[in-house]
């Protein structure tokens, strides 16, 4: 059975020590293949290399217009929905307009539509990028926004152009954004 070795775990091991390097938006560990236990009897063919995932890549970030964007871990394709404060804004949602596959958008451009009993909105891309997949149960099911507007009522995954997150807010900074 593999071991991982974690950076706060066996200092001891001279391998470990690559992992002192790590940030701290990183987590980090050493995977060692169980012929390469200290002490084991293949202990001389150390057998390991750094496995490194970075959170502030993966974690849901949002605009000041309450959409938000969550990026796969290769950074390559993004996940786009409105925010729970927008869903909930918003009211009993109707009606969602999801955006055409293989349309290239902006940051910025309207992705779509989410109408209300209240109102209605755009939904404005966060980052731009080619249309690569669309939330087809929200065309059966568009209450689901209001059920669940950060996980199963995501509108939309676009294959990421040249965009940067890293105008926009994390989940703390949106969090006092709405508050104000």
């Known amino acids: 059975m593999a071991t991982i070795l974690k950076s706060s775990l066996q200092r001891r091991n001279p391998i470990t020590s690559l992992l002192s390097r790590s940030s701290i938006f990183a987590t980090s560990?050493?995977?060692v293949s169980p012929r390469a236990r200290p002490g084991g009897p293949h202990s001389s063919k150390w057998s390991a290399r750094?496995?490194?995932n970075s959170a502030a890549l993966h974690e849901k970030r949002y605009?000041?217009?309450?959409e938000w964007v969550e990026l796969s871990q290769d950074g390559k394709t993004g996940t786009i929905g409105i925010s729970t404060y927008a869903a909930?804004?918003?009211?009993?949602?109707?009606?969602?307009?999801?955006?055409?596959?293989d349309t290239e958008v902006s940051a910025g451009d309207t992705l779509g539509a989410v109408e209300s009993v209240k109102s209605a909105s755009d939904i404005l891309s966060p980052l731009g990028g080619k249309v690569i997949a669309k939330n087809d149960l929200l065309e059966e099911k568009p209450g689901t926004i209001n059920k669940a507007p950060e996980g199963e009522g995501w509108i939309a995954r676009i294959e990421v152009g040249d965009s940067e997150v890293l105008g926009m807010m994390d989940g703390e900074e949106y969090r006092k954004f709405t508050e104000e």
């Open 29 to 31: 560990a050493i995977y």
């Open 50 to 52: 750094t496995l490194t």
């Open 63 to 66: 605009t000041r217009d309450h």
């Open 88 to 101: 909930k804004a918003l009211g009993d949602v109707v009606f969602v307009e999801l955006p055409a596959l």
